[in-house]
């Protein structure tokens, strides 16, 4: 076992770590040096042999890592802007059994590789509208009104002046002067302009009295104020409008992909990082152990004798593939709400196929297959919030669209073949579906299903079961409303939220082994139902939606106390395509809860000599009450009809009351009950109730 780790440069890093187990093989029978001494020499020789060659090599496994952060910052014009690769690959080399000189067998080793390419990048735009001062300031302040901090007041100076004022030794005189505001200075002048000295009283905001220490005439006063600088409403206005075009905070995606080969019935051993010369060649050579994929290695293999013959060997030959996209955007068009946007993607494929030779040592592949599964986040908004109950026979508007989109698809589709020239979109059934693209097509169905609950116009359909691009979910955060002067009187925080997340998935999918694409880039083999088979087959789709939640209130008072309130709704659609049935599983769930927290509750504690101890502590109370109404609904596509099938209904009751002894030590009691009420079916109700304490001790702090 070896490692290195080496940083090039200060953006560049590499590290390698090896791993080679190696066992020392003993021949075969008694080890005794009496009875068997010329055995014993055999056996010591084999051994010497081994330890002095390190043994058989079992099992060979190397990983290493090359990351890059780009410089693309250290530009001036692009410091905003952070970006980052890394490559990561590894190889593992396992020894296949050890069999006799006389066995017809020969399994061979096993090699596999991976490596994962990935991409980081992320764009500041707050530092890039920081770069001009106005932008820079106008961030600083709203920053300031969002963290609540007291905002940096600004005055301006006011003068009231009036002349031809008479002062009567010893007493006041006074003056009007309306400037609105007690911070004030007085000066006073005569005739001949020279600044006297004069007693001044300040009587309210908008008046003031003065007294001179004799009589003067034709006296000049001056009053100086400052006052508070009220903000301009039309700049204050731009500013804002400002701010929320600079709402845009952050934009960062990540992307990466991670391969891997497995070659079963590998014959060359390991010498050199995995590698042994053969026939002049390194095997299985530097691009392999580097764990770069080539779609042609098994070919190579064959050329370079690198395979076994054994036509028994019946382990295939395996491709992997994952690929992950994610993509966030934060968002903040004025101080308090926060729109947090994310779109993923993913998806996973496997590609097994068979190279096996036959009894003259010619080499073929068969059964090739590839099956995977994939997901990407959607926009089901559109059909959201229907409404399917008993009183319209559980009719579904979004599921009927479904249904009479599927003639537009299939004759889209058959346009978009005919394109080929070889294809006649004319011919059509009875009921008008085009040849090959029938009402129960794969095809069909698929496009038509997501069409429908997506809301796409069949016009603007992509024909494809693997989106490229996802779509936007988010998450909205708004807590600005405590730090508010008409609310910072009653509340500490409050903090409104709301969720939406739409995922479309296949759940598996595999290739179809007769698909056969002609010159067209299409394939005219037929199904059992006269449809045209594609590329892939899918068994079951599936759209899962999550408002969670859809809308939430947590308050918590400048008294303790706690109050919070959420609404949470779940859909789930799941469209199989062997049996063409839709099902439709709803969920809504209301949560009320409240708490209350005693600062510094006295607990006195007393020990059996009579001493007392008294802590101090806070004790948390919580209620919360939950009710939830899930229901099932099955739709057949053939049959036209639609079937409640499951339901119930969930009441939920929890209580806890919490009391912190010490840093280490935590009493909770708690009671706890659930009533599941059934909705048709053969079910019964059902109660669980579950209440007690718990003293939870932590040992490190």
């Known amino acids: 076992m070896y490692s ?24 075969m029978g008694m080890v005794d040096r009496n009875r068997d001494p010329r055995g014993y020499e055999h056996w010591k020789d084999s051994v010497w042999t081994n330890l002095k060659n390190f043994g058989r090599n079992t099992n060979y496994n190397h990983q290493f890592n090359l990351s890059y952060n780009i410089p693309i910052n250290k530009i001036p014009l692009f410091s905003w802007i952070s970006a980052s690769t890394r490559y990561s690959g590894s190889y593992n080399w396992q020894a296949g059994p050890i069999l006799p000189d006389s066995s017809q067998f020969d399994p061979g080793n096993i090699i596999q590789n991976a490596s994962t390419i990935q991409l980081n990048s992320q764009l500041n735009f707050t530092s890039l509208y920081n770069k001009n001062k106005h932008l820079k300031a106008i961030n600083q302040k709203f920053d300031q009104i969002a963290r609540g901090a007291p905002r940096t007041k600004t005055f301006k100076t006011v003068t009231y002046e009036r002349e031809g004022v008479r002062l009567r030794e010893g007493s006041f005189r006074s003056i009007e002067h309306g400037l609105k505001t007690e911070d004030i200075t007085v000066k ?23 007294k001179a220490d004799k009589d003067l005439r034709n006296v000049k006063v001056v009053v100086e104020g400052k006052v508070p600088e009220r903000e301009n409403i039309a700049l204050l206005l731009f500013q804002g409008t400002v701010r929320m075009l600079m709402g845009v905070k952050n934009l960062s995606g990540s992307y990466s992909v991670t391969s891997g080969t497995l070659m079963p019935g ?27 994929q080539d779609p042609d290695f098994a070919w190579k293999a064959v050329r370079n004798q690198w395979l076994t013959t054994d036509s028994t ?11 992950n996209l994610t993509l966030r955007s934060t968002i903040e068009p004025f101080p308090g709400l926060r729109l947090e946007i994310s779109g993923t993607r993913n998806m996973a494929s496997n590609k097994n196929e068979f190279y096996l030779a036959d009894s003259q040592g010619n080499f073929g592949a068969y059964n090739a297959m590839t099956t995977g599964n994939f997901s990407i986040s959607i926009l089901t908004l559109g059909s959201a919030f229907e409404k399917s109950t008993s009183q319209d026979n559980y009719i579904s508007k979004t599921f009927r669209e479904f249904s009479q989109r599927r003639l537009s698809i299939a004759r889209e589709l058959a346009n978009d073949r005919a394109q080929g020239g070889i294809y006649n979109p ?7 579906f085009p040849d090959g693209y029938g009402a129960l097509s794969q095809e069909v169905l698929l496009h038509s299903f997501l069409s429908a609950y997506t809301g796409t116009p069949v016009s603007e359909t992509r024909f494809t079961a693997f989106p490229l691009i996802p779509m936007p979910n988010w998450q909205i955060t708004y807590d600005g409303l405590a730090k508010m002067k008409p609310f910072s009187k009653w509340l500490r925080t409050f903090t409104l939220r709301h969720s939406y997340r739409s995922t479309f998935t296949v759940g598996a999918y595999s290739s179809y082994l007769d698909f056969d694409p002609e010159d067209d880039g299409f394939s005219y083999v037929r199904d059992i139902n ?8 899918i068994t079951n789709v599936s759209i899962n939606e999550q408002f969670n939640p859809l809308i939430s209130f947590d308050a918590t008072w400048l008294n303790s106390l706690t109050n919070r309130l959420e609404v949470r709704n779940t859909r789930s659609l799941s469209m199989s395509f062997a049996n063409n049935q839709l099902n439709e599983m709803n969920s809504w769930e209301v949560i009320v809860g409240s708490g209350y927290r005693f600062e510094d509750l006295p607990i006195i504690l007393s020990n059996a000599l009579g001493d007392q101890r008294t802590l101090k502590s806070d004790l948390r109370l919580n209620v919360d009450f939950s009710l939830r109404n899930n229901h ?35 009493i909770r009691a708690f009671f706890d009950r659930v009533v599941n009420t059934p909705v ?13 304490f718990s003293l939870r001790f932590t040992m490190i702090q």
């Open 313 to 323: 060997l019946n382990a295939a030959y395996v491709l992997t593939q994952n690929q």
């Open 266 to 292: 590998y014959k060359p051993a390991t010498q050199y990082m995995g590698m042994q010369p053969i026939n002049g060649v390194m095997a299985p050579g530097l691009p392999f152990v580097a764990g770069w």
């Open 4 to 27: 290195i780790n080496w940083d090039i440069t200060q953006a560049i890093k590499f590290d390698f770590n090896a791993n080679n187990q190696a066992r020392i093989d003993e021949p």
């Open 188 to 210: 006073a002048f005569d005739e001949d302009g020279n600044e006297i000295t004069v007693e001044t009283n300040i009587r309210s905001d908008r008046k003031v009295s003065i």
């Open 530 to 537: 006269n449809n045209f088979i594609p590329e892939f087959e």
């Open 426 to 432: 004319n011919n059509v059934d009875e009921n008008g």
């Open 632 to 666: 099932t609904i099955l739709r057949k596509l053939v049959e036209g009809t639609n079937t409640p099938s499951t339901g119930q209904k969930i009441v939920t009751i929890k209580t806890s009351a919490e009391y912190v002894v010490s840093d280490q030590v935590t």
């Open 680 to 692: 048709g079916g053969l079910s019964f109700p059902t109660a669980n109730t579950s209440f007690g």
